[in-house]
Nanobody, 122 residues
Framework: QVQLVESGGGLVQAGGSLRISCEASGGAFSNFAMAWFRQAPGKEREFVAAISWSGGSSFYTDSVKGRFTISRDNTKNTVYLQMNSLRPEDTAVYYC???????????????WGQGTQVTVSA
């Protein structure tokens, strides 16, 4: 059973940067594709970014392209999301997820963290 624990969320002003992390335990981290999703109040959970098991490929939802970067360190069992040029509309709970394939659909991921709150003030 894989456990995922996010950290690094917080309050930041618009235009600022934040890096959130997700550490995995209990499984072979390097075997999993990893992704970040987010959920804002009153909205459905949405895909943000995903990265392959090797880190060799990644993709993003259009609204974060050029601002967010997903990366992973398999020696630390950790995936990161570097968020730059943050906007108030990026405010959400951010969740990391692990799965077998690199996909945009939340249903394709088997393991989820508890989430970390990111709040961007105007």
């Amino acid at each position: 059973q894989v456990q995922l624990v996010e950290s690094g969320g917080g309050l930041v002003q618009a235009g600022g940067s934040l890096r959130i992390s997700c550490e995995a335990s209990g499984g072979a981290f390097s075997n999993f594709a990893m992704a970040w999703f987010r959920q804002a109040p009153g909205k459905e959970r949405e895909f943000v970014a995903a990265i392959s098991w090797s880190g060799g490929s990644s993709f993003y939802t259009d609204s974060v392209k050029g601002r967010f970067t997903i990366s992973r360190d398999n020696t630390k069992n950790t995936v990161y999301l570097q968020m730059n040029s943050l906007r108030p509309e990026d405010t959400a709970v951010y969740y990391c997820a692990a799965g077998s394939l690199v996909r945009r659909d939340a249903a394709d991921y088997d393991y989820w963290g508890q989430g970390t709150q990111v709040t961007v003030s105007a």
